[in-house]
Nanobody, 119 residues
Framework: QVRFVESGGGLVQPGESLRLSCVPS????????MAWYRQSPGKEREKIIG????????GIADSVSGRFFISRDDNKNTVYLQMNNLTPEDTAMYYC????????????WGQGTQVTVAA
């Protein structure tokens, strides 16, 4: 059964950093590209950054370019999102998923981890 467990969110001030973690299960992690998504209230969920199975980063959204970095540790079955210089516009629920698993319903999502950036 496919499952995603995200963690690491919290309340931070503008300019601070956070690192999110995601531990997927239920599929062969090392064979899949992974990505981070986020959803703000009233907005659709958007993919913000991805990493393929050989750690090549792709699909970086303009809004996070140069500030957010994705990495993966195949030994720990974990994908990370390092978020630097956070702004209030980054406030959202953050999710991870494998893009190839989001194309055919039903799409499984984790509970997400909330990031709130406020002074």
């Amino acid at each position: 059964q496919v499952r995603f467990v995200e963690s690491g969110g919290g309340l931070v001030q503008p300019g601070e950093s956070l690192r999110l973690s995601c531990v997927p299960s239920g599929f062969l992690f090392t064979s899949k590209a992974m990505a981070w998504y986020r959803q703000s209230p009233g907005k659709e969920r958007e993919k913000i950054i991805g990493i393929d199975n050989i750690s090549y980063t792709f699909g970086i959204a303009d809004s996070v370019s140069g500030r957010f970095f994705i990495s993966r540790d195949d030994n720990k079955n974990t994908v990370y999102l390092q978020m630097n210089n956070l702004t209030p516009e980054d406030t959202a629920m953050y999710y991870c998923n494998a893009p190839s698993l989001t194309t055919v319903p039903p799409v499984v999502w984790g509970q997400g981890t909330q990031v709130t950036v406020a002074a």
